[in-house]
């Protein structure tokens, strides 16, 4: 079945450094991709996407590449902000249904 | 402008009472969900309706009912039968097509007490 692999958190970074965060995937056809960010206590905002393979998303300074030869979908930023600080999520759908699947989430803790 | 709505944002719940979350959108979505979210786990997928009065079971369905009546409204009932429901419940909806994504509501945060 289909499935999404997102590295371990928390992932704790210093202001200005260079973010990755791993999202790989387990597909059947051809799936889209997102991005999706958790602020504490809030709901799931989307953050990017990309629908075929070699299309970046990107959104306010993350960037995200579909990569269908390694499977992956690994989210960027250059320069994190003590704002980004929060969980991600990677999920993934695919033709012929509504459900999406989602990865476990990376926190990401960004400090000053 | 448009969004989905959930309330309660905190619910708490006795021991064998019924509760039901509520879920609005005025977004024109077709397809709506229930996710419950605890630590570590991610995102597991409860009932989903892709069109009026009629939904699907996700891979949790037990303890949990839901109806469509109209097209902005998804309620979930926690039943007493799930024997574990504190947790924290998304709702979220959708447009036909990939490569939309997911509209989120806020969030409900239900405690047994």
């Known amino acids: ?9 928390p992932v704790t970074l210093s202001e200005e450094a260079f973010l990755t965060i791993n999202c790989t995937y387990t597909a059947t056809g051809y799936p889209s991709l997102f991005w999706y960010v958790q602020y504490p206590g809030e709901g799931l905002q989307l953050l990017l996407k990309a629908t075929k393979a070699d299309d970046k998303g990107s959104n306010k300074g993350f960037e995200a590449t579909y990569r269908k030869e390694t499977t992956s979908f ?3 930023k250059g320069s994190v902000q003590v704002s980004d600080s929060a969980v991600y999520f990677c999920a993934l759908t695919t033709s012929g249904t509504y459900k999406y699947i989602f990865g476990t989430g990376t926190r990401l803790k960004v400090l000053a | 402008d448009g969004g989905i709505t959930q309330s309660p944002k905190y619910l708490f719940r006795k021991e064998g ?28 997928l409860i009932y989903y309706s892709q069109i009026v009065n009629d939904f699907q079971k996700g891979d949790i369905a037990e303890g949990y009912s839901v109806s469509r ?8 009932t926690v039943t007493s039968a799930q024997k574990n429901p504190t947790a924290f419940y998304l709702c979220a909806s959708s447009i036909q097509g990939l490569g939309y994504g997911y509209t989120f509501g806020s969030g409900t945060r239900l405690t047994v007490v």
């Open chain 2, 17 to 44: 009472q019924n509760v039901t979350l509520s879920c609005e959108q005025n977004l024109n979505h077709d397809a709506m969900y229930w996710y419950r979210q605890d630590p570590g786990q991610g995102l597991r």
């Open chain 2, 69 to 76: 009546e109209k097209k902005e409204s998804f309620p979930l």
């Open chain 1, 74 to 76: 690994h989210l960027e």
């Open chain 1, 1 to 9: 079945g289909n499935s999404v692999t997102q590295m371990e958190g």
